[in-house]
């Protein structure tokens, strides 16, 4: 797929770019693999971010956005072990506040993920259970009007690693509230033909665990309340995976101690039902986090996750450490 856009050379009046280095060092233990540098599918790593807005006459119009990781995991052989991880990888031009158009690798327009960042943090969203993964491959149109914005995105189904198999595809449309808000809501529909893969690694490709796709349906309800030191989050999704019907929800409590508000703790309870109509289908984790900011560039974070183990009827504790670090 080529994309060649022509811009006036007189209509750019300016560029505001930042570089930030990125490094991402996990530890831990669990009670299943022992000693761990990963957590879920989040390796060890380090990186750079590279975004850039670029304004003419009227404004911005164009805004991209590079976000690369170089990860290891030790549990791999010496050949797989290191992989290129490509997370954010698009460009998006602005037509108008209610109109833009981006292109390349980026969220799918589902859920809970679009509106809340979890590119660092142990605690994440459906998306990985839900879909399968939490960036994708294609173009997507959002804008913002005054009681709601939306965005809708067609992808390639593959996630991370550049690859279409089986007719893959993954359409999603979400409507909700602005940004901003203490209360915050949202509405989404999926439909595609979904590669089913393992990892986070775009080069050398992720392991597809299957030439054939997943054919997913969903319909999803997303909030957000923040009152005073208390973030309260939430998502649940409803629909089919082929002939499956699945169902999958999420609640979280984030709590900022007023006195010291570069301490953070969070509760989640995650559950994702494989197939309702059988039992021991259910993927149940919960997990105790806290975060604390050095600075503005550097996080500490610990979690401490109990998986159920519903589904193989083996329940695993997990206690892991990170330090990150996002800055010039």
């Known amino acids: 797929m080529l994309i060649v856009a022509s811009v006036p050379v007189s209509a750019i009046a300016g560029s505001e770019g930042f570089f930030y280095k990125e490094a991402n060092l996990i530890a831990g233990y669990s009670t299943k693999d022992h000693w761990v540098d990963k957590n879920n599918m989040m390796n060890s790593s380090v990186g750079f971010e590279l975004y850039r807005k670029f304004s003419g006459d009227y404004g911005d119009f164009l805004t991209t956005d590079l976000q690369v ?56 969203t459906l998306a990985e259970q839900d879909i399968g993964f939490n960036r994708d491959w294609g173009a997507q149109l959002r804008g913002s009007f005054p009681s709601f914005d939306y965005e809708a995105s067609l992808q390639i189904g593959s996630g991370m690693s550049v690859r279409r198999r089986d007719d893959s595809y993954l359409a999603a449309l979400r409507i909700g509230t602005p940004q901003g808000r203490n209360l915050q809501g949202g509405v989404s529909v999926l439909s595609g033909r979904v590669l089913q893969t393992e990892g986070m690694r775009t080069l050398p490709k992720n392991y597809l665990l299957s030439n054939d796709t997943v054919t997913q349906k969903r319909v999803g309800l997303d909030g957000q309340y923040l009152y005073g030191p208390l973030l309260f989050k939430g998502e649940v999704a409803y629909g089919q995976n082929d002939s499956q019907d699945v169902l999958g929800y999420l609640t979280e409590v984030d709590y900022t101690v007023p006195s010291h508000q570069k301490l953070e703790f969070q509760l989640q309870y995650k559950s994702w039902i494989n197939d309702i109509h059988k039992s021991l289908s259910d993927d149940n984790m919960l997990t105790f986090g806290a975060a604390y900011k050095l600075n503005q560039s550097t996080t500490l974070r610990a979690a401490f996750e109990h998986d159920f183990g519903m589904m193989d009827k083996k329940t695993e504790d997990r206690f892991v450490v990170q330090f990150y670090f996002l800055g010039a």
């Open 69 to 124: 990781r170089v990860a290891y995991d030790s549990k791999k052989n010496s050949h797989q072990a290191w992989g290129l991880e490509i997370h954010n990888a698009w460009l998006e031009h602005k037509f108008s506040p209610n109109l833009k158009l981006r292109v390349g690798h980026f969220v799918p327009s589902f859920g809970l993920e679009p509106v809340v960042d979890t590119h660092s943090t142990l605690l994440q």
